[in-house]
């Protein structure tokens, strides 16, 4: 047992050295709980293992005592559900647009929200490696006007727009 931690303390450590510091990544200034709570339609992604087959997917976000119950789901190219993963967050600053999501207990991932319409039509996730990037809007739609804007503005947060997988967003039933 104790050649595991060592062998778990070592990949950290080295893995921590490996990598190349990221700036602070902005976030926005404040988020109500409430208003962002409900259905999230995925626009676009980086891709990533967890959503591997994914031709479209949702997000589900539920205020319950302060903490927020997540439920995402995943479809195939004909629509059809192939996935689901229940989760927990919790905001880790007063703005609450920085979140800590849990899929799988003790494991916590970074949820910050870089961009959000004042009106709360889309938003746009990252987190500080830039290794994962979501645009999620209310409808499977976004205008041409809200499409430029955000791939216009995702350089100044170190995301790079020719990375982005498009999704399927009309499979949402």
Avoid at 2 to 25: D, E, N, R, W
Avoid at 71 to 92: M, P, S
Avoid at 113 to 139: A, H, Q, T
Avoid at 143 to 164: A, N, Q, T, V
Wanted: net charge positive; hydrophobic share 35%; charged share 25%.
């Amino acid at each position: 047992m104790k050649t595991l931690y060592l062998l778990v303390s070592a990949l950290i450590l080295f893995t921590g050295c490996a990598t190349q510091p990221q700036p602070k990544l902005p976030t926005v200034e404040k988020i109500d709980l409430e208003r962002y709570g409900g259905k999230w339609i995925e626009i676009a992604r980086y891709e990533n293992r967890f959503e591997q087959g994914c031709a479209g997917a949702s997000a589900d976000y539920t205020l319950n005592n302060g903490k927020i119950d997540v439920l995402n789901r995943c479809f195939d190219e004909k629509g059809t559900l192939i996935g689901e993963a229940h989760g927990k967050a919790h905001a880790t600053d007063s703005s609450n647009s920085k979140l800590k999501v849990s899929f799988f207990w003790p494991f916590y991932g970074d949820y910050q929200v870089i961009m959000l319409s004042k009106d709360y039509r889309y938003s746009v996730v990252g987190e500080p490696s830039r290794k994962y990037l979501w645009i999620l809007s209310r409808n499977p739609k976004l205008s041409d006007e809200d499409k430029h804007r955000i791939i216009s503005e995702l350089p100044r947060f170190g995301y790079d727009p020719s990375k982005l997988y498009w999704t399927i967003s009309h499979l949402e039933p």
